[in-house]
């Protein structure tokens, strides 16, 4: 290094190369970037001896770190499970998926187990009426009109759509069933009730993304909706709700769902979005 | 070589008709789209993006036809689309929105993905503002968002419906030069009512008016036809199809002069003005302008 007792001091380019290089004895290198932070000039020297490269290589690992967002806790549980990152990200941002909707599930749900408490038959309606709708509420939310504002941008992405329809329906069943299921376990009445209500929700579920696309998603699961509110009610009028979940009308719903599986499977692959054009 | 072309397109919502006989291709260089609310121009991008499918004509695409799904994905593969208004999913920075269309746009993998997230940030101006969430953004910044994340991979076809709404002059000026660069290589179409971004930006314009094409061809050609049909007068002039009072006190007419006004040279809003207003005492029905 030079000193003048008259002249500010630099540091000579053999120990500014070997700074940069990172070859410096510990001691000269404290005293180098002690200097550094006060001296323009050595620090416009040291920084022409960094290979341009370099520098890049090292602005590009520090902008990596600051901007690129930390995946959430429910992402990293979905990287832990198998999944890519790329198709957690797809998950979580299923509108399904977020909180408005996950509010609006739980209120639900607990409504239901709420009635239980005052009367076994009204809440066994109330179950029955709600934990079959509530992913046809998420299918909705997720591919219905205004429901992803993105949209217009997913829908000229070359993403396919029938995996985008796999990645969102995933993620509508991934957040309504296990409440539902947990729900329907603590209703009274037999213990198959707590899945039993799975077939007419899978129906409803396959009925909806089958038409949907040509009614519009939200139509459809609004027409759904009522008409299994209908059937419901007409039950319990009968004082025979449960009558809707046995064999018989399990068989019923299972061939509505397979129905509605394979107009998805035909006719999604051919569409150019999977929601309704406007 | 056309990047797109369209022939005979026609497109109805219910009884309205939004496109009739459409024909145009689009070439390499920026084209300017104009025309009043409800002309049609919304609706001929988002056939072009395949966002929508025409009711009648054909539609080819950088060589690829839209009707087919090979053909939309491989359209899709080689697009950048800034539509005329689009929302954000919730919670997202814009980092993390412009990542999450780079994944749509099938940049599967993250070495190769963020190092173009970050380019595009850099060339839309938002690098001081990627760690921010996009809701806490202004409207111009969020425009810029929706810019970058069509500039992911320099596609071949870039479609801007209104991207100047909410920009400030500067941000226009930088809008101007992004998209003038992209348009030396790649096939630009932008949508607007900015007749002076047209003027800027364009070497072509195409004028869209009730879903008929009015116009097809170069700015200075479209200026052209308004020669001798704009003047400045010290008084309104009742006989012109548009007038107003400028900044510095006198009259600027556009339309058919009387004898021994001041005539000046037009822009390209008088021409475009003329053009609809003539369109439309052709036709009997009243201009929008």
């Known amino acids: ?278 | 070589m056309s990047s797109a072309v369209l022939s005979h397109v026609s497109k109805r919502y219910g009884r309205t008709e939004a496109l009739h006989d459409v024909d145009l291709t689009f070439g390499t260089g920026v084209t300017g789209l104009l025309g009043p609310n409800g002309a049609g121009k919304t609706t001929l991008l988002r056939i072009l993006v395949t966002a929508l499918t025409a009711d009648g004509g054909e539609v080819s695409v950088l060589g690829e036809e839209p009707t087919t799904p090979r053909g939309r994905v491989a359209i899709r593969r080689r697009l950048g689309y800034v539509p005329q208004e689009t929302g954000f999913p919730r919670g997202f920075t814009v980092f993390g929105f412009v990542d999450y269309m780079a994944i749509l746009k099938e940049w599967s993998r993250r070495s190769t993905r963020h190092p173009e997230v970050r380019r595009v940030i850099d060339r839309a101006d938002l690098t001081a503002v990627a760690t921010k969430r996009v809701k806490s953004l202004s409207g111009g910044q969020r425009r810029r968002v929706v810019l970058a994340q069509a500039l992911l991979g320099r596609p071949d076809l870039l479609v801007l419906d209104e991207p100047t709404a909410g920009l400030d002059p500067e941000q226009r000026a930088r809008l101007r030069d992004t998209l003038s660069r992209a348009g030396e290589a790649s096939t630009v179409v932008i949508s607007t009512h900015q007749t002076d971004d047209v003027a800027a930006l364009c070497e072509r314009v195409v004028v869209l008016d009730a879903g008929r094409v009015l116009f097809d061809g170069l700015v200075d050609d479209l200026i052209g036809r308004a020669a001798g049909r704009v003047w400045l007068s010290d008084v309104a002039h009742a006989a012109a199809q548009h007038t107003w009072r400028t900044g510095s006190g006198r009259w600027r007419n556009v339309g058919d002069p009387p004898t021994g006004v001041q005539l000046i040279e037009p822009a390209l809003e008088d021409a475009y003005l003329l053009l609809v207003g003539d369109a439309a005492l052709d036709t009997g029905i009243e201009a929008v302008a």
């Open chain 1, 1 to 278: 290094m030079t000193t003048s007792d008259a002249r500010p001091w630099h540091c000579d380019e053999e120990t500014l190369a070997a700074f940069a290089l990172g070859t410096v004895d510990p001691v000269s290198g404290t005293s180098v970037e002690t200097h550094l932070m006060t001296c323009a000039e050595c620090r416009a020297a040291v920084s022409r001896l960094y290979p341009a490269d370099l520098l890049d290589l090292v602005w590009d690992g520090v902008r990596e770190r600051v901007e690129a967002p930390a995946p959430g806790p429910v992402e990293r549980v979905l990287v832990g499970l198998g999944l890519s990152a790329e198709t957690a990200r797809l998950l979580v941002s299923v509108p399904a998926m977020q909180g408005a909707w996950l509010v609006g599930l739980f209120c639900a749900t607990g409504f239901a187990a709420l009635a239980t408490t005052l009367d076994d038959e009204l809440g066994l309606m109330t179950f029955l009426a709600i934990a079959p709708l509530a992913p046809v509420a998420g299918i909705a939310a997720s591919f219905g009109g205004g429901a992803d504002p993105a949209h217009e941008l997913v829908a000229a992405a070359p993403y396919s759509p029938v995996r985008l329809l796999m990645v969102r329906t995933a993620g509508v069943l991934a957040t309504s069933v296990p409440l539902a299921v947990l729900v329907g376990l603590l209703m009274p009445g037999p213990a198959w009730l707590g899945v039993a209500w799975l077939t007419p929700a899978a129906a409803a579920v396959c009925l909806t993304l089958a038409i949907g696309p040509w009614l519009g998603h939200t139509a459809t699961a609004a027409v759904v909706a009522a008409i299994w509110s209908v059937t419901v009610a007409g039950a319990a009028r009968m004082d025979d709700v449960l009558a809707l979940v046995e064999p018989a009308m399990q068989i019923l719903f299972l061939a509505l769902a397979l129905l509605g599986a394979t107009v998805v499977a035909l006719r999604y692959r051919t569409l150019s979005t999977p929601w309704r054009q406007s």
